[in-house]
């Protein structure tokens, strides 16, 4: 018996391979679907999707695809491998993908052999759509360039459109061709999932596996969307390794205390502490630290840093201005006016005198 067989699976739900039977289509990625569907009906020419590592890119890439009627679209997915490809090599291919069986060797003879083919499908009312997954590895303005020099051919409108897939960098990276970034007629980005989608996606999932009950419960699924950051990729690594360890553990139900074993063996650590799980699900509120310390607190640093109230004391006395009386030493104290001398002093002079004479 496996863990499918023990949780009544029919295949594993949470695998990285990008099936697109269990696509979720959040409301995210509805309306990201929506829009790219916009660019590539109306011909817009140049649409992108920006998303982080992990967040389902490449799946919808693939569902998009999936959605263009052949009827309606000569479509295709290119995905880059890696950043050292030539310009050439990309007009070869793009060629391929649009149906050109050999490709010219030489740049112009393919230019115009690419021109005549998008003619050809424009007589035919069908739409040219290449998608470019992975389009961050796209790293040379000549490669760039290219792109816009395929935007530049036209007849009553764009005859060919583009929608890249990649990484937030790929957006630094069409600015190397500053023409071709302006040419964005549509952008939309993918982010992390929330608490509810991360559940909805987790659930459909299982759903689609055959599951017939939940497997993980409210608080485990609160602590998977913690550590994964609401991730796709991350869901699907943890929840994959909840379950086989559930099986293991003979363990019918997925709960907090199984994620987090899990997520310590992955080596997944917190953004932020976990809210407490409880069964009201409500967390503790939280504690404002004190402004100033303590009396007890400033003596135990004090006695951390070798110092004793009263020397700290005389610290303090000494930031405050000194005192005439206080000044060094060194410096001489200055000569202090003798009182003028009143009447009845100088009577008293005189008097003393005359008794020294007699």
């Not at 760039?144 to 990649?166: A, S, Y």
């Not at 004090?302 to 405050?320: C, P, S």
Request: aromatic share 6%; proline share 6%; charged share 30%.
């Amino acid at each position: 018996m496996d863990y499918l067989e023990f949780y009544g699976l029919e295949e594993e739900p949470f695998s990285q391979a990008p099936n697109l039977k269990f696509f979720y289509n959040s409301p995210q990625h509805s309306r990201a679907i929506l829009r790219l569907m916009y660019a590539v009906d109306t011909m817009k020419g140049l649409a992108v999707l920006l998303g982080e590592i992990g967040t389902g890119k490449t799946i919808l890439a693939r569902r998009m695809l999936d959605n263009l009627p052949e009827e309606e679209y000569e479509s295709a997915l290119l995905v880059i491998i890696h950043s050292q490809i030539t310009a050439d090599w990309l007009l070869n291919r793009i060629a391929r993908q649009l149906g050109i069986e050999n490709p010219a060797p030489e740049k112009l003879k393919l230019l115009n052999q690419l021109y005549n083919r998008l003619i050809e499908l424009y007589e035919k009312g069908k739409k040219a759509v290449v998608l470019v997954d992975e389009a961050q590895m796209l790293r040379s303005r000549e490669i760039m360039e290219e792109f816009r020099g395929l935007l530049n051919l036209e007849m009553e409108g764009k005859l060919i459109t583009f929608v890249f897939f990649g990484l937030p960098e790929l957006e630094e990276h069409l600015h190397l061709d500053e023409p071709l970034a302006q040419r964005i007629a549509v952008k939309c980005r993918l982010e992390s999932f929330n608490r509810e989608s991360t559940e909805g996606y987790i659930n459909h999932r299982l759903r689609m596996a055959g599951a017939k009950s939940h497997l993980f419960n409210k608080e485990a699924i609160d602590l998977i969307h913690i550590y994964s950051r609401g991730i796709p990729r991350l869901i699907n690594t943890i929840c994959d390794n909840c379950l086989f360890e559930g099986y293991l553990l003979k363990q019918k139900t997925i709960d907090e205390n199984l994620v987090k074993i899990i997520a310590t063996d992955l080596g997944l650590s917190l953004k932020s502490p976990p809210k407490e799980i409880s069964s009201t699900r409500k967390s503790l509120p939280e504690v404002e630290p004190p402004e100033e310390s303590t009396e007890l607190e400033l003596e135990q640093a004090m006695a951390r840093a070798g110092l004793k109230k009263e020397e700290k004391a005389e610290e303090t006395v000494e930031l405050e201005p000194e005192k005439p009386e206080e000044k060094a030493e060194s410096e001489p104290a200055p000569a202090k006016e003798e009182p003028a001398p009143t009447q009845e002093d100088k009577e008293i002079e005189d008097l003393l005198g005359e008794l020294d004479e007699n």
